[in-house]
């Protein structure tokens, strides 16, 4: 590697900046080599919106401060002067003389400097703020969009062959560090630069994907965005008669292969086309709620971008690297298929199997406690729990007319102590998205409240008065906000130690995905010798459920 300093993880198709050069031109190849590799990250990175991208006061901008704008172009001031205000340029000098066809830019004018207009490639929408004065959100970030002539060049090369791209093409660093050779440094794709442990402790950094499974999900989710469109709608509720219908033909085309394949008396019925019930996991996934038309565009940015990926790596891989949170917790860089719909994740990883943690925080929270001998009746509603997850989530989510998923993550923000109040600046209403019937029904539930009440106590036990947490994977935080910080500081630390333990013993090539509180891997694995390692390494008993994708 060139640089002695830690390299970049941001990654982008070099072939995406050598389309940037031909189409945008002079302006943009006579800028220097770092803002040219900046912009073409912040292209590569928002061209489409998902969940992780999308800023939380204007859906359609993405959301960007100055520390990611420092990263990308160094100096926020030369990327207001070059993309909003004009700039100079002027021809690069050293001590040898003049450099051909580089160039420094100038805030101001200088002798010998020439003026440019700014390139407006980059649109701002919404300037940031900070505290709850406007509308109670705290340190939002500037927002943007793309130029409308910058996202019809990139959505050209999207669709373009391989042929049709530069021959020497790989997804690289401003750099051009390759993903092996950033790899090389850190051991693997996790970068640690927080916690303590040891860099051989990693897993690779290329992750095979199931490209054919990903080319069907992506042809239902266009059949689903086209009937959407034909209906004028939004929304496709789900078990209405179009929602069904829908749902029948994207059925057939998952298995259309396999009845093409099938005797024709097993394929005709009563006149009609017997369709094969075959529902993928992604599939399953997609049919858990209505049919939206955010959500489906949302996944179909996410297909895009993993074939487009695989495309320029020229082989079913993508790579993918890891941030440490501030917990400790292990952040795919870009929510890669990490934080991407599960639909989306379960097809491009097809024909793998993912470990879960049976309640995770909830389990790790009674061991905790176990582990210094303390015990109130209240911690009771946790235990039950811990024991009978599955029936609990069920009746609540019955009771309080949600989805299972709503209620596991009701669940989640009591344990690190999340208010059941009203208040739009408390999780719940995120999480029941504003729903007030709901939020009545949350924060009236007595099963809710005894949960709360138990986080309280377990609060006062593990925190207490403590300024300074360090957790199981030797992380301090001196500045917690409050309680709910703190027990997440814990809990995810335990959670951090319980996955590096799994890795150690794990082929770094074997593990396909990190999850928080669950791990992927492309082949099975006993659960009971999964929970046997851990107990014996961390002393944690945990169970863990098996879910092939």
Not at 103 to 114: F, S
Not at 347 to 363: P, R, S
Request: hydrophobic residues 35%; charged residues 25%; contains cysteine.
């Amino acid at each position: 590697m060139k640089q002695r300093k830690p390299p970049s993880t941001d990654l982008f198709p070099s072939s995406l900046l050598s389309e940037s050069q031909k189409i945008l031109g002079d302006q943009f190849t006579k800028l220097p080599k770092k803002i040219q590799t900046g912009y073409t990250i912040v292209f590569w990175n928002h061209i489409g919106l998902i969940r992780s991208n999308t800023h939380n006061r204007r859906t359609d901008s993405f959301p960007m401060d100055n520390s990611e704008v420092s990263r990308y172009f160094t100096d926020p001031r030369d990327f207001r002067a070059i993309n909003d205000n004009g700039y100079f340029l002027k021809p690069k000098n050293t001590r040898h003389g003049v450099i051909e066809g580089q160039y420094v830019v100038l805030l101001k004018d200088e002798a010998g400097a020439t003026y440019c207009e700014p390139t407006k490639w980059i649109i701002k929408t919404i300037e940031a703020f900070q505290g709850w004065a406007e509308v109670g959100v705290i340190g939002t970030k500037n927002g943007y969009i793309l130029d409308s002539e910058v996202k019809r060049f990139i959505d050209a090369w999207f669709v373009q062959p391989e042929s049709e791209l530069p021959k020497i093409q790989r997804m690289i660093n401003s750099k051009g560090d390759s993903a092996k050779e950033i790899a090389y440094y850190y051991g693997g794709a996790i970068h640690r630069n927080l916690s303590k442990a040891t860099k051989r402790v990693n897993i690779n950094e290329q992750i095979k994907i199931n490209i054919e499974s990903l080319l069907i999900h992506k042809e239902q989710l266009n059949y689903s965005q086209r009937m959407l469109s034909q209906h004028n709608t939004e929304v496709l509720a789900k078990g209405s008669t179009q929602w069904s219908k829908v749902l029948n033909e994207l059925s057939k085309i998952e298995g259309r292969e396999e009845r093409e394949e099938e005797h024709e008396e097993n394929v005709r019925a009563l006149g009609g086309v017997k369709v094969k019930n075959i529902h993928s996991k992604s599939l399953k996934s997609l049919a858990m709620k209505d049919f939206t038309a955010n959500s489906i565009n949302e996944r179909l940015v996410e297909i895009n971008k993993l074939l487009a990926t695989a495309r320029e790596e020229k082989s079913a891989t993508i790579p993918i690297f890891y941030d440490e949170a501030k917990t400790g917790r292990y952040t795919a860089k870009n929510a890669t298929l990490q934080g991407f719909h599960r639909s989306v994740r379960y097809a491009a990883l097809k024909g793998c199997y993912e470990y879960d943690i049976n309640a995770a925080h909830q389990n790790i929270l009674i061991q905790l406690l176990d582990q210094k001998n303390i015990d109130f009746p209240e911690l009771k509603v946790v235990r039950d729990y811990v024991k009978d997850k599955q029936r609990i989530r069920v009746e609540l989510s019955e009771s309080l007319v949600t989805s299972i998923e709503t209620v596991k993550q009701i669940i989640q923000a009591l344990t690190y102590g999340a208010q059941l109040v009203r208040n739009k600046k408390q999780a719940i209403y995120d999480i029941c998205e504003g729903d007030e019937d709901l939020i009545e029904r949350v924060i009236t539930n007595q099963w809710f409240n005894q949960l709360a009440k138990t986080f309280l106590i377990a609060h006062k036990h593990l925190v207490g008065d403590k300024k300074i947490l360090k957790n199981a994977v030797g992380i301090k935080s001196e500045s917690l906000s409050g309680k709910a910080e703190a027990m997440a500081h814990i809990l995810q630390g335990c959670e951090r130690l319980v996955l590096d333990v799994l890795i150690k013993h794990s082929k770094p090539k074997n593990v396909a995905l990190l999850i928080h509180d669950c791990i992927v891997y492309y082949t099975p694995k006993n659960p009971s010798d999964l929970s046997r390692i851990v107990f014996e390494n961390t002393g944690f008993d945990l169970e863990f459920s098996e879910e092939p994708y």
